[in-house]
C-alpha cells in the first residue's frame, strides 16, 4: 500500500514566514527610497539658492552702475523683489532688456520662487562698504537664500524664530 504521507503544497507558516521577509525587504527599501528622495529636495535647495546668489552677484556686470537693491530684511523671494535677476526689467544705460540671470524653476501664481518643500525662499542682500585699505569707494554685496530645515524643526518654530 502505497503512503499517503508525500507533501503536496506549503504550510501556513511557511508561507506567513515568507510573506514576513518580502515585507521586511521592502520596508528597508522603501525606506532608502525615502531618505534619497529627500537628499536630492535638499541638495536642489541648495544648488537653487547658489544659483540665485551668483546671479544677484553676477547683476553688478549688467546694471548702469552696479547697484543691487538691497533687501535689509529676510523676506519672501517673489517675482516684484527678485525682477532685476529674473530679466524683467530694462537696463537704464541702453534701454535694452536685462538678461535673465536666475531662471526660476518653480514659481507659484502670486509669483513667490518656490523651494523643492513648496515654500518660498527667504533672502536677504546687505550692501556693506570694502574694507578702508582698499582703493576707491566701492561696495560689497553679501547675499543670503535661506531655507529651514522642514525635517527637524516644525514650520511654526522656523516662522517665529525669522520674526
Given amino acids: ?3 499517503r504521507n508525500t507533501r503536496r503544497g506549503f504550510t501556513l507558516i511557511e508561507l506567513l514566514v515568507v510573506v514576513a521577509m518580502i ?3 521592502a520596508g528597508a527599501f522603501t525606506s532608502a527610497i525615502s531618505r534619497a528622495a529627500k537628499r536630492a529636495k535638499i541638495q536642489a535647495c541648495i544648488t537653487e539658492a547658489q544659483h540665485m546668489t551668483n546671479a544677484i552677484l553676477a547683476y553688478e556686470n549688467y546694471a548702469e552702475d552696479g547697484r543691487i537693491p538691497p533687501i535689509n530684511e529676510y523676506t519672501d523671494a517673489t517675482r516684484q523683489n527678485m525682477k532685476f535677476i ?3 526689467e530694462k537696463n537704464k ?3 535694452e532688456q536685462m538678461p535673465v540671470l536666475f531662471n526660476a524653476a518653480n514659481m507659484n501664481p502670486q509669483g513667490e520662487i518656490l523651494d523643492p518643500w513648496q515654500r518660498p525662499y ?3 542682500i546687505v550692501e ?3 574694507n578702508p585699505k582698499d582703493q576707491g569707494n566701492n561696495t560689497q554685496i553679501r547675499s543670503f537664500a535661506m531655507f529651514p530645515n522642514y525635517n527637524r524643526r516644525p514650520a511654526s518654530e522656523v516662522e517665529a ?3
Wanted: hydrophobic letters at 40%.
Fill in 1 to 3: 500500500m502505497a503512503s
Fill in 23 to 25: 515585507m521586511l525587504i
Fill in 86 to 88: 529674473l530679466g524683467e
Fill in 93 to 95: 544705460r541702453n534701454g
Fill in 122 to 124: 527667504r533672502v536677504r
Fill in 128 to 130: 556693506s562698504k570694502v
Fill in 161 to 163: 524664530e525669522n520674526e
